[in-house]
């Protein structure tokens, strides 16, 4: 595998696991045991049969948690703490043996990926449900659904394209990021203020 298919790979499973982990795992076992895709050898487990299983599981159970308003965002609350860690992991994995400054970095930068991807969804969802109908709601998970599996293999298919894209992502997730986070402190003062 080339440096850019590397760098490729590393990114998009960074940024997929901040939107659906479950599923981007799932994915890169499934491409990977069809001889779609050549992972590395630090990431050959993910063709195991019991982390294929254990992971489409999960992504079925994630599946039908996003699409429960209210549910969703305390889901992606404690997925917090797997998605941003799992995205580090993962992107520092698809460096394979490299030397362990790069295996660092590509972690770091990894995990900086999976926050923003993570993050921006769940903001953005958190303020879609307070929206009284939940067809907004389903029509950014079935978006969601649909955008992970894509982009990633976008990123294995066209690395330099999905870069950019990443790229412009990653611009437009630090310009609305702040404002999510304002919305989000403002809907707590004004449930603080309504609170008896």
């Known amino acids: 595998m080339d440096w850019l298919h590397t760098v490729g790979l590393a990114a998009g499973l960074a940024w997929a696991s901040g939107i659906r982990l479950y599923l981007v795992l799932f994915l890169a076992g499934a491409m990977a045991r069809l001889g779609y895709l050549e992972l590395p050898a630090t990431l050959d487990v993910l063709e195991h049969p019991y982390v294929m299983a254990a992971a489409g ?113 990653l611009l437009g997730a630090a310009w609305v990021l702040p404002k999510l986070w304002r919305t989000i402190r403002g809907m707590f003062r004004r449930l603080r203020g309504a609170a008896p």
Do not use: C, Y
């Open 57 to 169: 599981v999960m992504a079925v159970g994630e599946f039908v948690a996003d699409k429960v308003p209210a549910f969703d965002s305390l889901w992606d609350a404690a997925h917090t703490f797997v998605r941003i860690p799992a995205g580090a992991f993962l992107a520092a994995a698809a460096l394979g043996q490299a030397d362990p400054v790069w295996v660092a970095v590509a972690a770091i930068v990894g995990g900086a990926i999976a926050s923003g991807a993570h993050l921006t969804k769940a903001g953005s969802r958190a303020v879609l449900n307070t929206s009284p109908e939940p067809v907004t709601n389903w029509m950014a998970s079935i978006s969601e659904d649909v955008l992970a599996p894509a982009g990633f293999i976008a990123a294995v298919v066209f690395p330099g394209v999905f870069l950019v894209l990443l790229a412009l992502f």
